[in-house]
């Protein structure tokens, strides 16, 4: 089974906005940029978010994605579209001393999310695809295609950097 992972091209949204699953679209010249970029093998099935950022370009790619809500991004609650630094200290250090079953702004946890996602990866049946998602969503399909269950694919990911560029791709 061979997972091509790709991240959506950057939304519309101010820096430093806590944006996890709103809807957000992307601009034309970044969708463009990010189609200029990728090389895809066309015979393989896409899976998406339904959330725009990633639904756009996977209707650019084919007419016929699969979307699936399990790939969206983690919903982060009353926190959704409110600058990182308008977010109170306590709540930040709350979710930083539990990260896996903390629940941002009353959202979702990353074992809820990992739960998630794990489910969408069972339901591939061993089937190669590309997915186009999210960062949250690639670090837990990479820590789910290891082989760890959920809990542990949360401890993973919710411990590993932050580096995954808009619009790039993983294999797995």
Known sequence: MTLILVRHPQPLVAPGICYGSTDLAVAPEQLEQTLATLRLPSDLPIY????????????RLTPT???????????FGDWEMQPWDAIPRAAIDAWAADTVNYRPGGGESV????QRISAFHTALQGQSAIVIC?????????????GLAPAEMARQAAQSAHQIPYGSTLTL
């Not at 978010?49 to 209707?59: G, K």
């Not at 994605?65 to 919903?75: G, I, K, S, T």
């Not at 074992?111 to 990992?114: G, S, V």
């Not at 999210?134 to 290891?146: E, F, P, S, V, Y």
Request: proline residues 5%; charged residues 20%.
């Open 65 to 75: 994605p699969h979307y699936d809500a399990r790939l969206a991004e983690m919903h």
């Open 134 to 146: 999210h960062a949250g969503a690639i670090r837990l399909l990479t820590a789910c295609h290891a």
């Open 111 to 114: 074992l809820q999310m990992a």
């Open 48 to 59: 998406s978010s339904p959330l725009r950022r990633c639904a756009e370009l996977a209707a």
